[in-house]
Nanobody, 123 residues
C-alpha cells in the first residue's frame, strides 16, 4: 500500500490541526495503521495506532486526551485530530501501515510509510 500524508502546518501553542493519510491499493480496511513523529535530533516515536476493529485505538501518554486517531475505510483514509498543541509536538509526522498488533508501538514493525508532514507549534 502507498501512503500520502497531508495537513501539517504552523500553529500557535494551544491550536489545532488535522492530519490525513490517504492510502492507495487494496485491503486498506485490513491494515493496522499508525502515526509516528520525529523531532530534529531525536528518534522517531510512536504517537497513535488504530486497528481494523472499532475501538482498537492506542495513544502515547504524551498525546492522550489531546489527539484522536480515526479512519474512514470507505475513503481509505486515516486521520489524526490534534488539539491543544504544544511546542513539544513540533516534528515531522509520518503515517504507517501494515504493522503487527503486538508490536504496534514499534516503527520497525510497519511495512509502508507516507512521506511525512511537518507540524510546527510556536509558543
Amino acid at each position: 500500500v502507498q501512503l500520502q500524508a497531508s495537513g501539517g502546518g504552523l500553529v500557535q501553542d494551544g491550536g489545532s490541526l488535522r492530519l490525513s493519510c490517504t492510502a492507495s491499493g487494496r485491503n486498506f480496511n485490513t491494515y493496522l495503521m499508525a502515526w509516528f513523529r520525529q523531532a530534529p535530533g531525536k528518534e522517531r516515536q510512536f504517537v497513535a495506532s488504530i486497528g481494523w476493529a472499532p475501538g482498537t485505538t492506542e495513544y502515547a501518554d504524551s498525546v492522550k486526551g489531546r489527539f484522536t486517531i480515526s479512519r474512514d475505510n470507505a475513503k481509505a483514509t486515516m486521520y489524526l485530530q490534534m488539539n491543544n498543541l504544544k511546542s513539544g509536538d513540533t516534528a515531522v509526522h509520518y503515517c504507517a501501515a501494515g504493522g503487527s498488533f503486538f508490536r504496534r508501538r514499534e516503527d520497525t514493525a510497519f511495512s509502508s510509510w507516507g512521506q511525512g508532514t511537518q507540524v510546527t507549534v510556536s509558543s
